[in-house]
């Protein structure tokens, strides 16, 4: 049984204050929590699940941190709709505080907000090998439970820095900047780049003029239906398809 | 003011059940609305709205259908979690019984039930062009509200069809089936194709064996990275931009 006070704190890591206040955050469902127990097992923290989890995870060698809940108790816990069988406290990440653009393809995103496409994206550069992607202090907060959810654990892999994009970019003097607008070279026509910074912005707002600005290329995914856009995380892994 | 009634109806939408009884579907928010009002205006059967839409809109030419309601009533008839300024009460397409797949590209959706993804891929179909997406029958429903949603008014241009794959599939002797595998030729070696029908299968469960047994050919999109698996609808918007 959790005491009351016990829940109300990881409920309160729902919100970004306590997150960093704390320097914790929550993940939830056996996905994730697998990927994270196998890859950065000393950031978790306290697991919190299900018998039938608990069951299946019965030698894990971290299981000294696994705590019975019940249903009840796991759906006061989660900050889902539909709350899945187990929740971690995790220890976040010392993202690092400089990036080195030169030599590799990074990717930049400019006021990225949709939680579930925010962290689709960082999924996706995972994918392709991508270890930085670099965002906007408006973008989405990466410890965001739903943004946690859709990176399927990527986020142990990718390092996630929040900056001035502007000022940011005018010290990559050497590095070229991509941006992906509706107008532009067909990303489809491009070879693969061993360098450069590529930029994605807003669905609906797209990228700001000063960024615009600063670009050498701008690219675009041609479409040839009547769609008037690309969801923004398709966007990112047709564009990484065919340059990255 | 709406009736109790009135509201009680439009709530039932909501169900797969009531939609189809009734040949009805909810959208939601203004970008979709506005692509139904523009695209698809006599599917268009009644339109709820706040003051400040109505006044954007206030010369539409289909405004004999719009009313207004509070904010309160929107959010009782809204199935999302913030609502947002406008609903419409939209007759459903007539589907074709039957599909023609000889001398184009045909997207095959096997067990597909994330309303996102769902939705996300309809829109990403309809951005490369294609007309029609073929379902299995346990794949999320094409009205319900998240998926109509997601497909951001693409639901008006994409044929939805559903029905037994494997049948189905059996009758297109001419046609060649790749199906998406986590092995298989990389879809960057590929050239564009004029005729196919590509086969997306469920994220965690891939596609049914039986399917995958009358595929002519296996592709894959191939990672650099260490996450296990792309998102679905980042999977064909990459494998459409390569061979569409």
Redo the contacts between chains.
């Keep these: 049984m959790l005491g009351k006070a016990k829940i109300k704190y990881i409920q309160s890591l729902g919100q970004k204050k306590h997150r960093e206040e704390e320097g914790l955050f929550i993940a939830e469902g056996p996905?994730i929590i697998h990927?994270l127990l196998h890859?950065v097992p000393q950031h978790v923290q306290d697991v919190y699940a299900v018998k039938e989890w608990l069951k299946e995870n019965a030698n894990h060698p971290h299981q000294h941190s696994f705590h019975e809940v019940s249903d009840a108790e796991l759906e006061r816990l989660s900050q889902l709709k539909t709350p899945n069988e187990v929740i971690a406290v995790v220890t976040k990440f010392d993202n690092a505080k400089t990036i080195a653009t030169k030599g590799k393809i990074s990717l930049l995103l400019d006021t990225l907000q949709d939680p579930?496409n925010f962290g689709?994206i960082i999924?996706?550069?995972?994918?392709?090998?991508?270890s930085q992607v670099i965002c906007s202090e408006d973008c989405a907060d990466i410890y965001n439970p739903k943004v946690v959810q859709?990176t399927?654990?990527?986020i142990a892999?990718v390092n996630v820095f929040y900056t001035d994009l502007v000022k940011w970019l005018e010290q990559q003097n050497e590095v070229p900047i991509y941006v992906t607008m509706l107008e532009g070279k067909d990303?489809?026509e491009m070879a693969p780049l061993n360098e450069g910074i590529i930029v994605f912005g807003n669905e609906?707002k797209g990228i700001h003029q000063e960024i615009v600005q600063l670009a050498n290329e701008r690219i675009t995914?041609r479409?040839?239906?009547?769609?008037?856009?690309?969801?923004a995380?398709?966007?990112?892994?047709?564009v990484l398809?065919?340059i990255?």
Excluded: C, P, Q, Y
């Excluded at 999924?123 to 991508?130: H, P, V």
């Excluded at 995380?233 to 047709?238: E, F, H, P, Q, S």
């Design positions: 996905k990927e890859s579930g689709t999924r996706t550069a995972d994918w392709f090998g991508l859709a399927m654990g990527s892999r990303v489809t609906s995914v479409g040839k239906g009547k769609a008037e856009s690309l969801n995380a398709v966007a990112v892994g047709i398809s065919h990255a």
